[in-house]
């Protein structure tokens, strides 16, 4: 009796060492894990360049995993969810002599629309549509001032049959931009949405062929400075 009362207490202690040998281990691998992503995992700023060399390069898909990862550790950044919106609009545009990355390439994107889309539409690229105009969504809630976010938001409205009046949005944009400080209404960027804006305004009226709206609105945005 003795002897089989030692062997089962030397048998629970084994056990009992094991146990504790493997939430030793599991202690020293998840602090590896920590110190890992401590110091050696990429930061937001690193993944947000990358993500935007990514862009540049029209590694489109490689660019939006970059920014998916700068979005888990900052998910509510309206630039990232730009630029993130921008990959998306070249996978739908799907065109290597075009692209679409940011303010400057305002008109190229309206544009766009009736030189080529229109006619070429399909299910796979108003998806990639659709996905941009998620982002722009979301990065308009969080910055609702910025004339770039606002500007590709409406424009998506050209491509997307449930997206924003084109000229409802781009006169509110317009406004948005009247109400700015002075030094901001100044800055090239800013005025360069504006006059897009107003050739966005312009545009619609053609498609609807309000002909003398077209006069009128051609004239103010040669008005535009």
Same mark, same amino acid.
């Given at each position: 009796?003795?002897?089989?009362?030692?062997?089962?207490?030397?048998?629970?202690?084994? =056990?009992?060492?094991?146990?504790?040998?493997?939430?030793? *281990?599991?202690?020293?691998?998840?602090?590896?894990?920590?110190?890992?992503?401590?110091?050696?995992?990429? #930061?937001?700023?690193?993944?947000? +360049? @990358?993500?935007?060399?990514?862009?540049?390069?029209? @590694?489109?898909?490689?660019?939006?995993?970059?920014?998916?990862?700068?979005? !888990?550790?900052?998910?509510?950044?309206?630039?990232?969810?730009?630029?993130?919106?921008?990959?998306? =609009?070249?996978?739908?545009?799907?065109?290597?002599? =075009?692209?679409? #990355?940011?303010?400057?390439?305002?008109?190229?994107?309206?544009?766009?629309?009736? +030189?080529?889309?229109?006619?070429?539409? #399909?299910?796979?690229?108003?998806?990639?549509? !659709?996905?941009?105009?998620?982002?722009?969504? +979301?990065?308009?809630?969080?910055?609702? !001032?910025?004339? !770039?976010?606002?500007?590709?938001?409406?424009?998506?409205?050209?491509?997307?049959? #449930?997206?924003?009046?084109?000229?409802?949005?781009?006169? +509110?944009?317009?406004?948005?931009? @009247?109400?700015?400080?002075?030094?901001?209404?100044?800055?090239?960027?800013?005025?360069?949405?504006?006059?897009?804006?107003?050739?966005?305004?312009?545009?619609?009226?053609?498609?609807?062929?309000?002909? $003398?709206? $077209?006069?009128? *609105?051609?004239?103010?945005?040669? @008005?535009?400075?």
């Amino acid at each position: 009796m003795t002897l089989s009362l030692n062997g089962s207490m030397k048998k629970s202690e084994k =056990i009992s060492i094991a146990v504790s040998i493997v939430a030793i *281990c599991i202690s020293a691998i998840s602090l590896y894990i920590s110190v890992y992503v401590t110091w050696f995992a990429p #930061t937001f700023e690193q993944l947000v +360049e @990358e993500g935007n060399i990514h862009l540049e390069k029209g @590694e489109y898909w490689k660019a939006i995993r970059c920014y998916d990862k700068a979005l !888990e550790i900052k998910p509510d950044d309206p630039n990232v969810l730009r630029d993130k919106g921008y990959a998306f =609009i070249n996978l739908g545009i799907d065109n290597e002599s =075009i692209s679409v #990355t940011q303010y400057s390439d305002a008109k190229k994107f309206i544009d766009y629309y009736f +030189e080529c889309y229109k006619n070429q539409s #399909t299910m796979a690229r108003q998806y990639y549509f !659709e996905r941009a105009f998620q982002c722009f969504s +979301e990065a308009k809630i969080l910055k609702p !001032e910025d004339p !770039e976010i606002l500007f590709y938001y409406v424009s998506l409205g050209f491509y997307l049959p #449930t997206g924003p009046d084109p000229i409802n949005g781009f006169n +509110e944009i317009i406004n948005t931009i @009247e109400n700015l400080p002075p030094y901001k209404k100044e800055q090239y960027p800013v005025k360069l949405i504006k006059r897009c804006s107003w050739y966005g305004i312009c545009i619609a009226y053609k498609e609807y062929g309000e002909e $003398v709206k $077209v006069e009128e *609105c051609f004239r103010k945005l040669n @008005e535009t400075n």
